[in-house]
């Protein structure tokens, strides 16, 4: 595998970890990042970088990133956007991955890149649902920030340094893998 494969799967996976907190953001990213000629596309994803497709991402980014600090509403998105999240991830993994086999690059993209941003959706949005019965949804728009942020700074490392985008990937899976055994271990006391 040439380098530039390999830097192309690390910044697929970076973005697919971003969409598992905002699904427009990392999209938006990478349409910007296209647009500007920072990351090369998969040929058949060239329209990314189109006027049109950053206009519309960037429409929709905004939209959702507001549409998460409304109580309940955001709630209700969660409950669609595990699977939405699923499909962005293994998006943006086929469209940055180059240099490999067609059949190769779907199934990484649908294994790391859909299978990483459900994993982390998943998470997050549990973490919503947890937050708002125990605060009502009076904590919701502090997480939703930290979401929000935390998709942003995967979306710039998994554009501008990949590698460290990965580390940041193993990184949450690690403290969601905490998380899990803690609440499993709580569980299993009662």
Same mark, same amino acid.
């Given at each position: 595998?040439?380098?530039?494969?390999?830097?192309?799967?690390?910044?697929?996976?970076?973005?697919?970890?971003?969409?598992?907190?905002?699904?427009?953001?990392?999209?938006?990213?990478?349409?910007?990042?296209?647009?500007?000629?920072?990351?090369?596309?998969?040929?058949?994803?060239?329209?990314?970088?189109?006027?049109?497709?950053?206009?519309?991402?960037?429409?929709?980014?905004?939209?959702?990133?507001?549409?998460?600090?409304?109580?309940?509403?955001?709630?209700?998105?969660?409950?669609?956007?595990?699977? @939405? %999240?699923?499909?962005?991830? /293994? *998006?943006?993994?086929?469209?940055? &991955?180059?240099?490999?086999?067609? =059949?190769? #690059?779907?199934?990484?993209?649908?294994?790391?890149?859909?299978?990483?941003?459900?994993?982390?959706?998943?998470?997050?949005?549990?973490?919503? @649902? %947890?937050?708002?019965?125990? /605060? *009502?949804?009076?904590?919701?728009? &502090?997480?939703?920030?930290?979401? =929000?942020? #935390?998709?942003?700074?995967?979306?710039?490392?998994?554009?501008?340094?990949?590698?460290?985008?990965?580390?940041?990937?193993?990184?949450?899976?690690?403290?969601?893998?905490?998380?899990?055994?803690?609440?499993?271990?709580?569980?299993?006391?009662?």
């Amino acid at each position: 595998m040439s380098p530039e494969t390999i830097f192309s799967i690390l910044v697929g996976i970076g973005l697919a970890a971003s969409v598992g907190f905002r699904i427009f953001v990392p999209l938006f990213a990478l349409s910007l990042a296209s647009y500007f000629n920072i990351i090369p596309l998969n040929e058949n994803w060239q329209w990314v970088s189109s006027s049109s497709a950053l206009i519309i991402l960037g429409v929709a980014t905004i939209v959702e990133v507001i549409a998460y600090f409304i109580p309940f509403l955001d709630n209700l998105l969660d409950t669609i956007a595990v699977p @939405l %999240a699923a499909i962005a991830g /293994t *998006a943006v993994m086929v469209a940055t &991955v180059s240099e490999l086999d067609p =059949t190769f #690059t779907w199934a990484l993209a649908i294994i790391a890149g859909g299978g990483t941003a459900a994993a982390i959706k998943g998470s997050t949005s549990t973490t919503r @649902l %947890a937050s708002t019965t125990t /605060t *009502a949804g009076i904590a919701n728009p &502090v997480i939703s920030t930290v979401e =929000t942020g #935390t998709s942003i700074v995967m979306s710039f490392l998994a554009i501008f340094i990949p590698v460290i985008a990965m580390i940041f990937v193993i990184f949450i899976f690690w403290i969601l893998f905490k998380v899990f055994k803690l609440f499993k271990s709580s569980k299993s006391v009662k």
